[in-house]
Every structure is written in C-alpha cells, then in structure tokens.
DNA sequence: ATAAAATACGAACGATCGTTCTATTTGTCA
DNA sequence: TGACAAATAGAACGATCGTTCGTATTTTAT
C-alpha cells in the first residue's frame, strides 16, 4: 500500500503582520517523523531541486528523476499523489533550504542595517555557492512558472514575495532606527533585490565571477548612498 | 516535398569592433523571398514566440503548436527539420523582434547619453507593452536555458552577452564625449541591466505597473547619480 | 516472532512527444 | 493547359510522458 498522502500544511498566512518577519518563517518548518519513508522522501526532493534548477520544474520528470536515483518509477510516485504535488514538495523542499541557506543565519544579526547587509549578502552567496547547480531556484522557477495558473505559480509567487517584502521591509527597520534615509524603502530593495538577481543571471549564463564583483559593489554603493554613516574616505 | 532547408547563417562574428556596435545588428536581417511558404513560415514564428516566452522554449511543443495554428504536424514540421531547428528559429525570430522594437528606435538617438536612456527606455517599454505575453523573450530564455548545451544555448548567450555589451559600450562612449563620469562602464551597465530584468521579473510575477516606476526611477537616479551635468533641483 | 502497516516494485495503460514516411493539394512557369 | 515543384496533409512509428494497479518486500509495533 502506497504512503499515507499529506495533505499540504501551507503555512502561508499573515507573515508580514509579525513583529520579526523573518522568525515566522522559522516556525512553518514542518519536522515529521523520521521514518524510512521519510528519509526516502527527503532523497527524493534533495535530487529532484537540484535537477529543478538546471532544467525546471517541468523539465524535471519522473521517469528520469527515478533513474537517477536507483529506485523504481512506481516506488517514486507512491511518495507524491501527482506530478503536481511532486513539484509542490520540491517548491517547499527548496524553501526549506533558503531559510536554512538565508534567513537563519540572517536572523543572527541584529535587526536593520547589519541584518539587511546580511540577508543581502547570504542570498548572494547561496548563489555563488551553488547551493543549487542552476542558481537561485527561485528565480528559475518563478520565471518559469510567471505565465502560468495553480498551486505551484501560487506558491512561488508567495515565497518571492514574501522575500522581496522582508528585504523592503528591513530597509524600513534601517531607517526607523536611523541607520538609512532611504527616500522610499522600496525602491532601494528594488535595487538590492535587483543586483542579486542580476548576479545570478549572469553568472548562470555566463560562469564569470565578475557578475558577483560588480553586484557586492552595486548593493555598497546603494547602501552607502542611503546611509546616514559616513563610512568612506575618513582618513 | 519539404520546403529547402536553410542552412543557419549565423551572423554572428566581430559586432563589437564596429564603429557602431547597434548598426551591425540591422545588417543582419535576412531578407527572403516572399513567397507562400515563407508567409506561413512567420506566421508560425509569430506564435511559436508568443508561446516560448509564456511556456518556454521546451515547453512549446509542435503538436500544441500545430494545434492552435490549426495546421497540420507534418506540414508544420516540413519547415523545420527538427524541434531544435524550430527553437534556433524562434530565437532567431525574437532577435529580429528586438532589433525592431529597441535597437532600431534607439539609432534615432545620438550616440552617447541621449541612445544610453533610449536603449534601456525602449527595452523597459517592450516589457511594459508586452510584445511578447510572457515577458522578455531573452530573459525567459537565458534563464530557461543557462543549465544546458548546445546551439539553442549558445545563440541565446550570445545575443544577451551582445546586448549587454552594448549597454556597457554604449556607457563608455557617453564617458568619452563627458556625459558621464561614471567609474566602470561594466558596473553602470549592471545596474541599469539589472533594473530592467528585475522589472520584468516583479511585473511577469505580480502583474503590478510599480514594478515599472519602480525601475524608471532606479535608472533615473543611476544615470543622474553618474552625470556631470547638473539635471535636477535648479530653480 | 508474528501480524499489521508501510514501502517499494514490475507491468501495463492511454496520451503525447518528436519524427518519418507517402500521398495529395496548391501554386508557378512553359 | 499541362508539367513540375513547392507546400500541406494524413497515418503511423518508437519513445517517453504521467498514472494506476496488483503484488512483493521491508519496516514497525505487539
């Protein structure tokens, strides 16, 4: 008999009404019993982003996904009701590890500047570490997934957004504790999100280390030009 | 019969040590005899396109294609001797479709500042008019493709990496005539490179025109950021 | 140790993939 | 108008897609 089917515990509600945005992300981690299913299973996600974010969620098949991993086709699927919950789990399995890559280690600073400096930075370097062979998953996915509808555009769409409004939302913080003057907080997250995303374009295209260069000076001059500290030419 | 198989003229060599980097882009039209099946050969292109930029280049499939043009498999397949013909085809296409809306607009300008701001205007603007439903061709299928090989890859890698140079060059010129003091034309390039994609990538997302000011005015302040000339706060 | 439950497998399904034939229609030029 | 080529259609190919089902094997609990 095939493996119980879980049903998806979203976990998507009101993250932006907490305090510190990014603890709740922290709390939706899902621990689920250790068996020898589970195990499997987590094999399973492992091997399937990482083919995911070289050739796509669509890309990604089950037949292919289930020879490289030595296990039979059926035995694969039997984890996953569909396709689509396939690429569901992945989608979640990959969120797990940007908070894990990301976010945890970002929340170990201290809230405004220093933290934002670090959320910036860490994202940047999941991407130069190729913590997935193809990039940034996100951007793969929702770049795939951007012109079309259901639950896996829907859950992209969530999680980019939710980090796209924690960074806005540290340039926020920075600036309510006058670390930044940042004119609209916005508009300077639209800037950092901009330069990691530039990065991991061109790196991925490209393979030249330049592209990290140019986005670590981009995201300093950013934020030194929203900066209230003058942290240059001091002699 | 099948229609004669054109062999690929790639027109690729030597862009960049033009005069003019952009003119070299128009020379490479090619220019075929109108007759019935190159009619319907575009006509495909047309869609074919339209549907690579929402599902992607793997996505498109001749079948589906064939469906929607209500034509039939084979008859469609006579134009291209293979899938990845038709996808060198359609990328092909796509370049022709960019040279048409943004660096043949952009020649009206003079060289310097005035053709920098109208290249990356026009690129944000047939992003905003959505020439393609699914957004900017090459942005789709750089990232679509970055993780793979082959010549799909390969003449999508070369048209970005050529666009982009031209953004960079086209910085360096404006230094030459004192239009700009920018430091590293590559960094000035990244940045405004980087606002355009990420305004394609917010606005594919989130459907949501902010995205556009957003980078309309990242762009402005990058551009002004670097100029000599006084542009702003005169009474 | 044994029963029950959880996992994995092998074989097969219909659908669709890219592709290849051969035949038929359409257009062009003598 | 007739000959010939260009252009499209139709039917079928093997391969692979996602998926289902019945059965074996393992893991877990008693």
Redesign the pocket.
């Known amino acids: ?4 089917k879980r049903k998806q515990s979203a976990g998507t509600a009101k993250l932006r009404s907490s305090v510190d945005p990014l603890l709740a992300a922290l709390a939706a981690r899902d621990s689920r019993p250790d ?4 195990a ?1 299973r987590r094999r399973i996600l492992e091997h399937a982003s990482a083919i995911a974010s070289r050739s796509g969620l669509e890309g ?5 996904l289930a020879k490289q991993l030595k ?9 996953f ?4 919950e396939l690429q569901l789990a992945v989608v979640q399995h990959a969120s797990r590890r940007f908070v894990d890559e990301i976010v945890r280690p970002a929340l170990e600073h201290d809230r405004g500047l220093p933290r934002l400096r670090a959320m910036v930075e860490f994202w940047l370097g999941y991407v130069e570490r190729n913590v997935f062979p193809g990039g940034c998953f996100f951007a793969a996915a929702s770049l795939e997934f951007d012109g079309r509808a259901g639950p896996v555009r829907d859950h992209v769409a969530e999680v980019t957004a939710w980090w796209f409004d924690a960074v806005a939302g540290e340039v926020a913080e920075s600036r309510r504790r006058g670390q930044l003057q940042a004119a609209d907080p916005d508009l300077l997250a639209f800037r950092l999100h901009g330069y990691v995303q530039e990065a991991n374009w061109g790196y991925q295209m490209f393979r030249d280390d330049r592209w990290f260069v140019r986005a670590r000076a981009a995201i300093d001059d950013a934020i030194r030009q929203a900066s209230t500290e003058i942290t240059a030419s001091r002699p």
Chains 1, 2 share one sequence.
């Open positions: 008999m095939p493996p119980v068996s020898a299913g589970e499997t990604l098949t089950v037949g292919e296990i039979s086709k059926s035995g694969l699927f039997a984890h009701g569909s396709k689509e």
